[in-house]
């Protein structure tokens, strides 16, 4: 297979390109990204140099690129990550928001349908379906959940969603979806959650919780989620819709308690700051669709994971430093500054 994986130099597509390269090394693997300020050429160092790996940068919203890309490869598959994917920085700026995650979707669709692209698999997010209670432990979000969303971000996302699935529909393109929970693990951005409380610790910084830090998220180690997306590229149905997630939910301050724990840091460093705008309460996907029909299960518990995360941070110090180092400072007094 021939595949096109956009957003590859980012936190899972970065990941999803080593995991697929190991694992398929027959497969080509071009990676089409602009290499935004989430963008990192060293996460993909390590497979730079692999025979059936290409990179590319460009806009996935400039056509003038992205259509003379396709004709020059003929890709069997695309897999879409690009996206611009942090909540807060769309509740700051939602333009960019609008043109990246919907219009760059459109632009790759149109190329795929001339093209005749086999599959467009959209990679999609929880947030799509908005939030539940926190006192209802028994709700899930399942692939028939009312798309109800909270931020630009996760409405961008949600319209991308919908534009996939109305080119299934009316121009018979071969997309899937795939809606996952929160991921972690290693190359992840050091402005989300799980990477800033470790770097933070790192540096005995505070630890900014929002609000009251009992809003609840579902984790899913990264590999798992990239194994998902490779078993619904290989035997996921057109047209359809896949939760991807793990049943493990932890509230904000358990993650923070344990990532403090396990650096044996104080827990004076956590800092309870002003509440995000609009703070979703709880996400909890009930994954039964993908594992019934696709046999996927994630392998990784939370806490295997949540150690495999730090061991990698404590030794690619350079990796983020270099992050943190550069216009990141701006963004985190701008964000955490007066919070
Ligand atoms: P990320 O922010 O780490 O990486 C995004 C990548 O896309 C970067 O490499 C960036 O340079 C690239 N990009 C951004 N705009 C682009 C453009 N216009 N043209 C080309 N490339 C562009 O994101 P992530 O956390 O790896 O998320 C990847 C995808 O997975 C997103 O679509 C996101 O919505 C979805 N998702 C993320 C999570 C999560 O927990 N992080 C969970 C579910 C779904
Ligand atoms: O659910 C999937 C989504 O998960 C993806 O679609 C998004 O791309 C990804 O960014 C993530 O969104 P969240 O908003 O859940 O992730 P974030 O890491 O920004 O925040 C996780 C929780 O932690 C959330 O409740 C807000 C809180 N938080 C976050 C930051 C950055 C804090 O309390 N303090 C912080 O400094």
Known sequence: MKIIVTGGAGFIGGNFVHYMLSEH?????????????????ETLAPVADHPNFRFVRADIADRESVFPLFEQEQPDAVVHFAAESHVDRSIENPGIFLKTNVIGTGVLMD????FKVKRFHQVSTDEVYGDLPL?????????????HTSSPYSASKAAA???????????????????????YGPYHFPEKLIPLMITNALRDI?????????????WLYVIDHCRAIDR????????????????????????VRTIVERLGKSTDLITFVTDRPGHDRRYAIDPTKISESLGWEPTTRFEQGIDLTIQ??????????RIINGEYREYYEKMYGKR
Not at 111 to 114: G, H, N, W
Not at 161 to 183: E, K, Q
């Open 25 to 41: 090394p027959e497969d080509r693997i071009v990676c089409l990204d602009q290499l935004t300020y989430a963008g990192n050429m």
């Open 111 to 114: 190329a795929s349908l001339q």
């Open 206 to 218: 505070p630890l900014p919780v929002y609000g009251t830090g009992e809003n609840v998220r579902d």
């Open 232 to 255: 619904i590229l290989r035997a996921g149905s057109p047209g359809e819709v896949y939760n991807v997630g793990g049943h493990n939910e932890r509230t904000n301050l358990q993650v």
């Open 135 to 147: 006192d209802r432990p028994d709700l899930f979000f399942t692939e028939q959940t009312p798309l």
């Open 312 to 321: 990698w941070y404590l030794e690619n110090r350079n990796w983020w430093e």
């Open 161 to 183: 969603d919908l534009l996939a699935l109305s080119y299934f529909r009316t121009y018979g393109l071969p997309v899937t979806v795939s809606r996952c929970s929160n991921n």
